[in-house]
């Protein structure tokens, strides 16, 4: 793992492609496209730029996957997982696990006491491998709207570093 760069920008909207299409069960929840992670980040409100981190995940040289986290959200001693994902080949080979262990270890060294992640209620498969990840607390539920095909629901799980 190591922080993505515009070099990586071509590998990283074929992966961007694919995860909007591995998402198209959840049209509502939008995903911040590669360009905009490297120019801007993905803020949450009153976020600063310096504290996203962007990187890429590697096999070797070639870029299997990408997460974007950021540093002191909600609060200061959080680091919040936005985003997520392995490109279809590389799942079930133990990267996500060994990305969310990499990403603990950067977190406590930076003095984070916890991590969250958010994952859509329709994505079975994300909950049961955050869950394996340690993320064990369930923290918030947002509901869009009645239960339904057409709204969104979420949950966010949290990890203790």
């Known amino acids: 793992m190591q922080k993505a760069g515009e070099s990586d920008l071509e590998a990283l909207n074929v992966l961007y492609r694919e ?11 939008l995903m911040a496209p590669p360009e905009v992670c490297l120019l801007e980040g993905d803020l949450p ?15 070797g040289d070639t870029l299997i996957g990408y997460t974007t986290f950021y540093c002191g959200y909600p609060q200061a001693d959080t680091l919040y ?15 996500g ?10 977190g406590r060294d930076m003095g984070m006491k916890r991590m969250l992640a958010a994952v859509s209620l329709k994505n079975w498969y994300g909950i ?7 993320f064990q607390r ?3 539920v947002s509901l869009e709207g009645p239960f339904s095909q057409a709204h969104y629901g979420c949950i966010e799980l949290e990890r203790s570093l």
């Open 19 to 29: 995860a909007i299409r591995y998402f198209a069960f959840d049209p509502t929840h």
């Open 97 to 106: 696990k060994q990305t969310v262990e990499l990403l603990a270890g950067y």
């Open 138 to 140: 369930l923290t918030r």
């Open 45 to 59: 409100p009153n976020g600063k730029r310096e504290q996203f981190i962007f990187n890429g995940i590697y096999e």
């Open 81 to 95: 997982l936005c985003f997520l994902y392995l490109g279809e080949r590389r799942r079930g080979c133990g990267y």
């Open 128 to 134: 049961r491998f955050w869950h394996s990840a340690g």
